[in-house]
Structures are given as structure tokens and as C-alpha cells.
């Protein structure tokens, strides 16, 4: 860790209030002295500072906040608590440790996704991977125990610019299409049931298309395939699938007989991971929508002509016809208009938008086309994102432009994948 000077009180005050914005709360103002006999003071949310003896030749006041931030990492909210532990920057005698707990029921799962680390800064803005020799992870006890001769800014995670730094290994990464900037028919064909139980949920049936304007963007030609996945995992970003087989292959994810097939088994957190290590991001489900549609409504991706329910005449693979999903290059009979393959059927799809019932199919009250709409807020009843396309195993009302599936961002499963987008130049 890098050698830090010590802060006077008014450079410390200073640098608090600048770290504050008016999204932010500090919680437990209080405080404890230790002096050079050690001591232990456990602050907010079970955050412990432990002083050996001999550590301080004087006694010193500390305090440990929470702050309570705007997200920095890819994962949940849950885990973008920035713990300050003060005076700041301050050098001990002898190494002192910092435990930092946290609550695995609070984030759903994505131990088994993410490799958390804990990380440290002075102003908050440049936070440093702690070295491995100076921090040991309890599994059983769910803490870190950090330590250290400095005092600053601690932070449990996986910072947004693990996965956004330069790697050569993703150019080209996969063949993107442009999607020409306009106005396009979103939404359902008027009276389609929207899986609502009762009018509190939302509206019974779509009230129709809305008029959605987008900015021009760029979106894979195709799903993103095993091969490509493992380079994202290989860079020691993307982290292996929940499960490595398919319906039928046991071997599916490594076996290079399967490397142009789409991967399946990655929640919303890994599939979002993945886009922000290649430069892009997940599709929104209008961008999504879209690049199925058209400007103008088409109840498939390749027109209003319904699929063969047959392998030998089907042009996509759904209602289990193929017993798997396949080459993600396969049905080219089945592409939409922008030239765009398996928008329908093979691998269901992540979008970046969070599920709700009224923002989709509720008829909008602007006159004017929504511009570049992202969905509802996470929060309240939308807790789910969206899913868009359907799979090899969906029957024929679940592969239209406008059927919709939702899930918790750690769900996986033998039938989801993704794509991704990215802005136009």
C-alpha cells in the first residue's frame, strides 16, 4: 500500500465534506479513543478497528461511518457501503486490523459469481485492491479482516473498472450491427393479456403500441457464445458459469464442439459483467425490441408468418424441437430485419430494463415519443429484469417481438443467455 502522509484536522475536515454529496448520509457519528495500551471499538453496521499495544504513541480519537452512496460496482446495492474509518490517512506504530463485515442472505446469492475483494482509499476516488497477503476472507463469519498501518476508506467489492479496463482480447469480440436512429411501435398488439392477476398489479391487457424514439446504437449480430465468454473468464473478469453442461452436452461450456453455441447458466449479474469487459452494455428492452422489430410492428422477427411446429420445416429452434439450443449462426431464414439472428427462439435473452407491468403496456399520456426509455427505477415491485426472446424450449406465444419473461438478477438457467449493445458514434 502506498506510503500516505498524515492529514492535519482541517485537511481531514475538508476532505469528508467534499466526499459527501447530497445523495449521501453519514451514519454513527460517535466515536472512541484508544491510546497507546490498544483497544477494540466496534462503529457502525460491525465494522472493528482492534489496536495492539504499542500501535499509538498518543491517544487518538476514532470514528468509523457508513456512507450511504450511489452504486460504484457492478453488484447490488448491498454491496456499495464505503466505510470511512477516521483520522484518515493516519500511520500507526505496528499494523492494526479492520474487520469489515458483511451479510451473504443480503446479496442474493453472487458469492458464487463474483470474486470480493476488499479495497482502500484515501480520497475515494482511486480505490486500490488491498494486497492478499495483508487480508484473510472468513467464509464461516462472512467478514474481512483487513491489516493495515493507514486509516481511510474501505470497501468490500468489485469496482466497475476491474471489468471496464483496456484488454486487447476484446476487440472484435463479436459481430455488431447498427440500428439506424428513429421512431419505432413499441410495445403489444392492443388487448394482449399482460399476466397481470388484478388491476392493482397493473393493466389486465395492453392498451397498444407507443411510439418510442431511439438514439442510434450498435447490438450483437448474434448471442454471445461459449468461446467468447471463456476470454472474459480467462482475463480473470467473467466467472464460469453456474453450471458447465447443457440439456443434452455434459461437457457443453469447454467442449470446443460447442464454442460457437450460445452460453447459457449466467445470471444478469455475469451476462452485465461481461458487456462492461467488452466496451458495451446490455441492450434495454426497447433497444432490444427494436432490433427484432423494425421500425413498424412484425409479430416475429422474420415477419407475421407463424413457424413450422416441425424440426424438418421449422426455421427457429423453439418448442423443444431440437432437444438444445444451437449455433447461434443457425435459422438465417429467421433473422429480423437489421440482419440480426435468434431473436426469437434457441437462447432466451437478459435486457438491461427492470420488469413492470404499466410501463410496457399502458398507453402513454405524452403526445410526444418517449426518447430513449429505460424502464421503470430498481425498486418497489420491479426487482426483476427482463427477459426478451424466448428459448428452444418456448412454445409459439412465447417467441414473438413482445412476449416477456422476468427474473431476479442472480437467476440462471439451462435455457439463458445474452447479448449485448453499445452506443453509436
Known amino acids: 500500500m502506498r506510503t500516505i502522509m498524515f492529514f492535519g484536522t482541517i485537511a481531514l475536515l475538508a476532505l469528508l465534506l467534499a466526499a459527501c454529496t447530497e445523495t449521501e448520509s453519514i451514519y454513527e457519528v460517535r466515536g472512541k479513543d484508544i491510546g497507546p495500551a490498544g483497544g477494540k471499538y466496534e462503529g457502525v453496521h460491525g465494522v472493528t478497528l482492534i489496536v495492539p499495544k504499542k500501535a499509538l504513541d498518543q491517544t487518538i480519537t476514532f470514528t468509523i461511518y457508513a456512507l450511504d452512496t450511489d452504486p460504484f460496482t457492478n453488484l447490488s446495492a448491498t454491496l456499495t457501503n464505503i466505510y470511512s474509518i477516521t483520522p484518515m490517512a493516519y500511520k500507526f506504530e505496528a499494523p492494526v486490523t479492520v474487520i469489515i463485515p458483511y451479510e451473504e442472505e443480503d446479496i442474493q446469492g453472487l458469492l458464487d459469481e463474483v470474486d470480493l475483494k476488499p479495497y482502500f482509499a484515501i480520497d475515494r476516488k482511486t480505490f486500490e ?56 411501435e413499441y410495445g403489444a398488439p392492443a388487448g394482449t393479456p399482460t399476466g397481470a392477476a388484478t388491476a392493482t398489479d397493473g393493466v389486465l391487457s395492453s392498451d397498444g403500441f407507443n411510439t418510442v424514439q431511439l438514439s442510434e446504437y450498435y447490438i450483437d449480430k448474434y448471442e454471445v457464445t461459449n468461446a467468447q465468454y471463456r476470454v472474459c473468464q480467462n482475463a480473470d473478469v467473467c466467472t464460469e458459469p453456474y453450471t458447465i453442461s447443457s440439456s443434452r452436452y455434459p461437457n457443453y461450456y469447454y467442449d470446443p ?33 427494436k432490433a427484432a422489430r423494425g421500425e413498424s410492428y412484425r409479430k416475429y422477427p422474420w415477419g407475421d408468418t407463424a413457424p413450422q411446429d416441425n424440426a424438418e420445416n421449422s426455421i427457429v429452434n423453439y418448442s423443444a424441437l431440437f432437444e438444445d439450443v444451437t449455433d447461434v449462426s443457425s435459422f438465417e431464414n429467421a433473422v429480423s430485419s437489421y440482419g440480426i439472428y435468434n431473436m426469437a427462439g434457441n437462447a432466451a435473452e437478459w435486457t438491461a430494463t427492470w420488469y413492470d407491468i404499466d410501463s410496457y403496456y399502458k398507453k402513454s399520456a405524452d403526445s410526444e415519443p418517449a426518447v430513449d426509455p429505460t424502464g ?50
Not at 145 to 163: A, C, R
Not at 259 to 281: D, I, M, R, Y
Not at 408 to 416: D, E, G, Q, V
Open 129 to 184: 485492491e488491498i494486497p492478499s497477503d495483508e487480508y484473510e476472507q472468513d467464509l464461516e463469519r462472512n467478514i474481512f479482516k483487513v491489516s493495515t498501518k493507514f486509516l481511510g476508506y474501505f470497501h468490500i467489492g468489485f469496482p466497475k473498472e476491474m471489468v471496464k479496463k483496456e484488454n486487447s482480447e476484446t476487440t472484435g469480440i463479436s459481430e455488431m450491427v447498427l440500428i439506424p436512429a428513429g421512431t419505432f
Open 257 to 289: 464442439a460447442y464454442q460457437n453455441f450460445p452460453v447459457l447458466w449466467v445470471s444478469w449479474n455475469q451476462a452485465n459483467t461481461f458487456c462492461q469487459w467488452a466496451g458495451k452494455e446490455l441492450p434495454t428492452e426497447a433497444q432490444w425490441e
Open 376 to 425: 421503470p427505477a430498481d425498486g418497489g415491485t420491479a426487482d426483476k429484469k427482463v427477459i426478451r426472446g424466448g428459448s428452444w424450449v418456448s412454445l409459439e406465444p412465447e417467441i414473438t417481438t413482445y412476449a416477456r419473461d422476468k427474473a431476479f438478477p442472480h437467476y440462471r438457467y439451462y435455457n439463458l443467455g445474452f447479448r449485448c449493445a453499445k452506443g453509436g458514434e
